[in-house]
């Protein structure tokens, strides 16, 4: 039944299509196309362009609502690099796209439901009987349903809303009184708990699952930007890395460059820094259990799970961190 609510909810998603194509090697570019989204862990994000200038490297930066279509994107070649979600190396290899590569994750924190105001989650089966608004085969969702199934609680013991498109969308609904919880991302989950029409049902983290993990996101490249633009890409990580490591030496920072990047106001900003942890959490072993997990869950129809440690460039982030 779980398999069965699981591959439902993705075709929804669209996520079961294979797309892949070709993406031709190129030669020596000083120019980097980015696909990235305004979300408080890449606030790195948007600091890098002046120092990358500096260096003789024209970072364009495309926006993106949600990392499936950032991978699309990279996939077709539109893109050198992309933030995505953890999953999505996986994926792309089970689809057969084996142009690209991960390079480092980006951060982590707790992550909890947001139920209705006044609704009290103790203990995961307490869902059971709720309508949880899920975004089917986004980052977090992926986190969601690894945690049910290590907690032994059917997929079917709630009622999943599919939602698609913005953050906000999930709030609406929440605020709206359609759904009992929702399974989002931040600004949206710490926006409901601050507006006073939600709250975090805290017994219920969802980041702790073996398979998937607490990873938020991760950078994905073209193969072929890894390979004609390395120089390129290599100057990219180490200007991310660095501003990477001022703003998680300092919380106020790190709330500016949220406000920054998100347009959000400062106590919002500033909430949301101080559970973020920004760093590559992420790892190829992570990944691998991952895709093994998923694929005997019907989630991913390969298991790709041995070709992971092909598909992962370390030494850009390991050179990057001085390693």
Known sequence: MFRRQVLKSLAAAGLLAATAFA??????NA???????KVAHLAP????????KKQGVDLELVEFVRYADARTALLS???????????????????????????????ASPKYPVVKKGMTLNSWEDIKGKKIAIAPGSAVWF?????LIENKI?????????????????????????????????????????????????????SKSQSVGAELGMLMATRAATTGKRDAVQKFVNAYVKKMKE????????????????????????????????????????IRRQAKAFNELGVIQKDVSGEI???????LVKTAMGG
């Open 23 to 28: 993406f031709p090697a190129t030669a020596q």
């Open 154 to 206: 059917p997929y079917n013991s709630f009622t999943a809303v599919n939602i698609q498109g913005a953050g906000s969308n999930f709030t609406q609904a929440l605020q709206r009184g359609e759904v009992d919880a929702i399974i989002t991302w931040e600004p949206f989950e710490s926006t409901a708990v601050m507006q006073g029409f939600g709250e975090f049902a805290k017994n219920l983290d969802y």
């Open 77 to 107: 070649g539109s893109l050198d690099v992309a933030s995505v979600g953890a999953a999505d190396l996986a994926i792309a290899l089970a689809n057969g796209s084996t142009g690209v590569v991960g390079i480092m994750g980006v951060g």
């Open 247 to 286: 703003l998680s030496a300092s919380k106020a920072e790190f709330a500016q460059a949220i406000a920054k990047l998100t347009g959000l106001d400062a106590a919002l900003a500033a909430r949301i820094a101080d559970v973020i942890t920004l760093g590559p959490v992420v790892t190829p072993e992570q």
């Open 143 to 147: 986190q969601f349903a690894a945690t």
């Open 45 to 52: 994000m948007i600091l890098v362009a002046d120092e990358l």
């Open 309 to 315: 440690e092909k598909y992962w460039d370390g030494d």
């Open 31 to 37: 120019k980097l196309t980015v696909g990235y989204q």
